[in-house]
T-cell receptor
């Protein structure tokens, strides 16, 4: 069974603080995607990382793919209330049609 | 340029009835995926279809569930004789290319989902 463990499951912090969300697995992924989901909506793709060690930045969000392509992290700098949402990671495995999903991190940024 | 369209957004069915969920992929996308999401959880893969073909249905229960993606029209996820445990959000996603081996995957475009409530 391929698992993608995402942590923390829930995080509530004050505006302006920094945070990191982790996704870890024993499986090697050909790519790993990060999504954000608002209540009542579908997930929206934030970024795809493909190469081991790759770092991508999206404004205040920094995504990193582990060297061995088994783990990834999402770091948010100076969080804002607009960052509130459910963050999901999903890994793609070569030869497998399915995306393997983490259980999500529910993030609340308090003003 | 419309995204992935799902309807209905909300569906209430009594136990034993049938539920039909529709998904129209993005223009130019010929690959459709159905996922199920329980509250506060990640998504669980159900089925992957291309036009007129089911490619992988390993995540879909063998009984009561079926999916199709006809040559013309939307993809349909059909649940017969619904039970309370079928209550969930069902999401459809589409992509322009096959999912595996795409080292430059662009990710999936998801619809807004259908929230099925079985009473």
């Amino acid at each position: 069974t391929q698992l993608l463990e995402q942590s923390p499951q829930f995080l509530s912090i004050q505006e302006g603080e920094n945070l990191t969300v982790y996704c870890n697995s024993s499986s090697v992924f050909s790519s790993l995607q990060w999504y954000r989901q608002e209540p009542g909506e579908g997930p929206v793709l934030l970024v795809t990382v493909v190469t081991g060690g790759e770092v991508k930045k999206l404004k205040r969000l920094t995504f990193q793919f582990g060297d061995a392509r088994k783990d990834s992290s999402l770091h948010i700098t100076a969080a804002q209330p607009g960052d509130t949402g459910l963050y999901l990671c999903a890994g793609e495995i070569v030869g497998n049609y399915q995306l393997i999903w983490g259980a999500g991190t529910k993030l609340i940024i308090k003003p | 340029n419309a995204g992935v369209m799902q309807n209905p957004r909300h569906l209430v069915r009594r136990r034993g009835q049938e539920a039909r969920l529709r998904c129209s992929p993005m223009k130019g996308h010929s690959h459709v995926y159905w996922y199920r999401q329980l509250p506060e959880e990640g998504l669980k893969f159900m089925v992957y279809l291309q036009k007129e073909n089911i490619i992988d249905e390993s995540g879909m229960p063998k009984e009561r569930f079926s999916a199709e993606f006809p040559k013309e029209g939307p993809s349909i996820l059909r649940i017969q004789q619904v039970v309370r445990g079928d209550s969930a959000a069902y999401f459809c996603a589409s992509s322009p290319t096959a999912p595996f081996g795409t080292s430059k995957a662009d990710g999936y475009t998801f619809g807004s989902g259908t929230r099925l409530t079985v009473v």
